[in-house]
T-cell receptor, first 112, second 111 residues
Framework: QKEVEQNSGPLSVPEGAIASLNCTYS??????FFWYRQYSGKSPELIMS????GDKEDGRFTAQLNKASQYVSLLIRDSQPSDSATYLC????????????FGRGTSLIVHP | NAGVTQTPKFQVLKTGQSMTLQCAQD?????MYWYRQDPGMGLRLIYY???????DKGEVPNGYNVSRLNKREFSLRLESAAPSQTSVYFC??????????FGPGTRLTVL
């Protein structure tokens, strides 16, 4: 059974701080990794995708992938109250089907 | 470009009633998915369709059926609704190893 683990939180950070969200996965041959943001009552939307080891930056967001240690993280710099949401980590199976496995999500609260 | 659309947005059923949730995507994606999301449980895969003409069970298929009508449309049917099927249902689509795009969801209550 493939597993994706996230700390459910809530993770509470002050406005302007760096929020660090972590995710570990069990399938060593996974190829594709995603972070989705989900506001309460809304559907998930993609924040970042990462496919190779290292860091990938997009604005205030940085995704970090370490395949040897089987973890992927998301850093949010200069956190804003509008970043308050649940962040879902997803990992795609390798091979032809690419069926994603989702973590249960980490709740982030950014307080003014 | 509407992305992924779902109907209805809200539905209330009585135990034993049937209904079909509709999903359509306009991104020419091969793969489509149905998930349910319950508090504390995350997204759980009900059924998926890797390509037009194929469907496969996911993690929680019992009580559901699906139809991949064509490349654009993927429907989810509840034949005899039960209170345990009260949930929020999301349809999603994707292409290959790339990210999924989600519809707005259907909030279903079974009394």
């Amino acid at each position: 059974q493939k597993e994706v683990e996230q700390n459910s939180g809530p993770l509470s950070v002050p406005e302007g701080a760096i929020a660090s969200l972590n995710c570990t996965y069990s399938d060593r041959v996974s190829q594709s990794f995603f972070w989705y943001r989900q506001y309460s009552g809304k559907s998930p939307e993609l924040i970042m995708s990462i496919y190779s080891n290292g860091d990938k930056e997009d604005g205030r967001f940085t995704a970090q992938l370490n395949k040897a240690s089987q973890y992927v993280s998301l850093l949010i710099r200069d956190s804003q109250p509008s970043d308050s949401a649940t962040y879902l980590c997803a990992v795609n199976e390798s091979g032809g089907s690419y069926i994603p496995t989702f973590g249960r999500g980490t709740s982030l609260i950014v307080h003014p | 470009n509407a992305g992924v659309t779902q109907t209805p947005k809200f539905q209330v059923l009585k135990t034993g009633q049937s209904m079909t949730l509709q999903c359509a995507q306009d991104m020419n994606h091969n793969s489509m998915y149905w998930y349910r999301q319950d508090p504390g449980m995350g997204l759980r895969l009900i059924y998926y369709s890797a390509s037009e003409g194929t469907t496969d069970k996911g993690e929680v298929p019992n009580g559901y059926n699906v139809s991949r009508l064509n490349k654009r449309e993927f429907s989810l049917r509840l034949e005899s609704a039960a209170p345990s099927q009260t949930s929020v249902y999301f349809c999603a689509s994707s292409e290959g190893r790339f990210e999924q795009f989600f519809g707005p969801g259907t909030r279903l209550t079974v009394l």
